[in-house]
């Protein structure tokens, strides 16, 4: 079965610094793997995605995210946090199958002014 | 207008209650998800259907079940509510063009008291 961990259920930065948020995923197969991220009040929406290709991913709002095979993993990072920002970030990875995702525990960035 | 729709956005039941939730979309997509977001836990999957005559159960189904009415339409049943039942949940959708990416609804707040 795949799993995802998300190391730090919390996050905190300040405005300006740099966001790292963690993910490791197992998998018997090659994986598609997703962030997500949920802003208060609201469905969960796509950052990125890794399918095949490069393994560095940009997504949107300044985000990217790098597949290491090795380490199996899959960071989310962004040089300079924004106070918008702020909001629960999810990893997820498809299933063996290609039939479903499976989501991280998540982790929430707050980003101080 | 919203590409996934999720009634009612918010609800407040009794133990033992019956109740239903509705997703519909007009993204045209075939494939149809249910999840359950609780704290710390991320989300999980409840049921998926990739076609009206496909349905599947994920990782938490016992005490729900699901309706295909159409194509555009999943419905989750509680059949008969408890406390632990209480969560949001999210329905998304997906198609085997969109490389396992899912489209989420907004939510649905569910409280059994």
């Known amino acids: 079965a795949q799993s995802v961990t998300q190391l730090g259920s919390h996050v905190s930065v300040s405005e300006g610094a740099l966001v790292l948020l963690r993910c490791n995923y197992s998998?018997?197969?090659?994986?598609?793997l997703f962030w997500y991220v949920q802003y208060p009040n609201q469905g969960l929406q796509l950052l990125l995605k890794?399918?095949?290709?490069?393994?560095l991913v940009k997504g949107i709002n300044g985000f990217e995210a790098e597949f290491k095979k090795s380490e199996t993993s899959f960071h989310l990072t962004k040089p300079s946090a924004h106070m918008s920002d702020a909001a629960e970030y999810f990893c997820a990875v498809s299933d063996t199958g290609r039939r479903a995702l499976t989501f991280g525990s998540g982790t929430r960035l707050q980003v101080q002014p | 207008d919203a590409d996934v729709t999720q009634t009612p956005r918010n609800r407040i039941t009794k133990t033992g209650k019956r109740i239903m939730l509705e997703c519909s979309q007009t993204k045209g997509h075939d494939r149809m998800y249910w999840y359950r977001q609780d704290p710390g836990l991320g989300l999980r999957l409840i049921y998926y259907?990739?076609?009206?005559?496909?349905?599947n159960k994920g990782e938490i189904s016992d005490g729900y079940s699901v309706s295909r009415q159409a194509q555009a339409k999943f419905s989750l049943s509680l059949e008969s509510a408890i406390p632990n039942q209480t969560a949001l949940y999210f329905c998304?959708?997906?198609?085997?063009?969109?490389?396992?990416?899912?489209?989420f609804g907004p939510g649905t707040r569910l409280l059994v008291l």
């Open positions: 890794y399918t095949t290709g490069a393994t």
């Open positions: 259907s990739f076609d009206v005559k496909d349905i």
């Open positions: 998998s018997s197969v090659p994986p598609y």
């Open positions: 998304a959708t997906s198609d085997r063009t969109s490389r396992e990416t899912q489209y």
